[in-house]
């Protein structure tokens, strides 16, 4: 189990610019999500994938953003023509389907997105 | 739609009091309720997960609990120390996790 990792750790951006950030969750978890967390908030849902199917979007998710996990393994998130408001942590997370009952999620480091 | 509230919203306490966290939730329905401790500009990790049939959990110096039926949970810290420091994250989860706002802890050498 080596964990749930992202990248990139920070990112600095233009408004107006493309970003696309990376999670690798847990090799045998096939549920991955989307977390993004603002200063003094909670995480606040984006989507989630259970294998290589998004099976669920958040209002939250404009439609400059997309998310996709080929194959079913890492997961991308990119946000087209960024907003200053655009800036937060971008948290993913994995667990498993069946037993998540009684399996928690595991949540990577986050990338911090910083839009100038 | 799920909401959940985390009382207080910070908490600053002397080493070695022993102290608890709130947490409450709106809808019943969940499969389980995990805390989370957050340090700055870090990633969560996990404390405790307590599902939906138990009523608590302990590790080391914490111990959660959990009332489904009030929509409530509490995380018990015993002898705090500087090193405890954080935000600390309540979530709920049944499809997804719905996090509440945190409690973010200092303890004072």
């Known amino acids: 189990d080596t964990g749930v990792s992202q990248d990139p750790r920070h990112k600095i951006t233009k408004r107006g610019q493309n970003v696309t950030f990376r999670c690798d969750p847990i090799?045998?978890?096939?549920?991955l999500y989307w977390y993004r967390q603002t200063l003094g908030q909670g995480p606040e849902f984006l989507t989630y994938?259970?294998?290589?199917?998004?099976?669920?979007k958040s209002r939250l998710l404009s439609d400059r953003f997309s998310a996709e996990r080929p194959k079913g393994s890492f997961s991308t998130l990119e946000i087209q023509r960024t907003e200053q408001g655009d800036s937060a942590m971008y948290l993913c997370?994995?667990?498993?389907?069946?037993?998540?009952?009684?399996?928690?999620?595991?949540f990577g480091s986050g990338t911090r997105l910083t839009v100038v | 739609k799920q909401e959940v509230t985390q009382i207080p919203a910070a908490l600053s306490v002397p080493e070695g009091e022993n102290l608890v966290l709130n947490c409450s939730f709106t809808?019943?329905?969940?499969?389980?309720l995990q805390w989370f401790r957050q340090d700055p500009g870090k990633g969560l990790t996990s404390l405790l997960l307590?599902?939906?049939?138990?009523r608590e959990q302990t590790s080391g110096r914490l111990n959660a609990s959990l009332d489904k039926s009030s929509g409530r949970s509490t995380l018990y810290i015993a002898a705090s120390q500087p090193g405890d420091s954080a935000t600390y994250l309540c979530?709920?989860?049944?499809?997804?996790?719905?996090f509440g706002s945190g409690t973010q802890l200092t303890v004072l050498p």
């Open positions: 090799s045998e978890h096939n549920r």
């Open positions: 307590i599902q939906s049939s138990q």
């Open positions: 979530a709920v989860s049944l499809w997804q996790l719905t």
């Open positions: 997370a994995s667990t498993r389907r069946r037993t998540e009952d009684n399996y928690g999620y595991t």
């Open positions: 994938f259970q294998n290589e199917a998004q099976l669920e």
């Open positions: 809808d019943s329905a969940i499969y389980n």
